[in-house]
């Protein structure tokens, strides 16, 4: 029960993640004002921000002006949402379980900013994701294959879509 929770928890702390990712490059608030279009610039109702979902209802485009959204929304949040329920099912309720969350959310966001915004070059992303790696396993060394998990699939979900996904990077 307690992955499960963290799953949907995940999903949504990935959509705040989405956020984070697109505003604080910018330095535009994360708090406000709420998520607008990029195109258009028209409000998105909460009704289409339930994360992942919205994403597919709509199928990929703005309700108004019909512009294509980044893939990046809906594969941060599932990728935050799975590694989450990951996290829960190995550490349980535990201190163990709030740090690798915390490792979990600031990889998602380095390797998102790294490339919608090309701002934080892999050479600055790599080490720190490397640094936090190292720390989480010598706190905890039998759980080093959560870690190597969380990292390749972050790694190799956002590296995946790089590639399938070339311009839509760019668009937040
Ligand atoms: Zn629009």
Redesign the pocket.
């Known amino acids: 029960m307690i992955p499960v929770v963290a799953g949907l928890f995940g999903l949504v702390l990935g959509s705040f993640l989405n956020v984070l990712i697109h505003r604080v490059p910018l330095r535009q608030s994360i708090v406000w004002p709420s998520s607008?279009?990029?195109?258009?610039?028209?409000q998105i109702k909460s009704f289409d921000n339930i994360p992942m979902i919205s994403y597919l209802v709509l199928r990929g485009?703005?309700?108004?002006?019909?512009?294509r959204i980044s893939p990046r929304y809906p594969v941060v949040e599932v990728l935050t949402g799975l590694l989450f329920a990951l996290a829960a099912y190995k550490f349980g309720l535990s201190l163990a379980l709030l740090s690798a969350l915390v490792l979990i959310c600031a990889l998602v966001a380095l390797a998102g900013t790294d490339l919608e915004h090309r701002l934080l070059p892999n050479r600055i992303v790599a080490p720190a994701a490397l640094v936090g790696f190292v720390l989480s396993m010598a706190g905890d060394p039998g759980s080093w294959w959560v870690y190597a998990v969380s990292v390749l699939g972050i790694a190799g979900g956002l590296f995946a879509l790089a590639l399938a996904y070339p311009g839509g990077m760019v668009n937040g």
Do not use: A, E, F, Q
């Open positions: 607008r279009c990029p195109n258009c610039g028209v485009k703005c309700r108004n002006c019909k512009v």
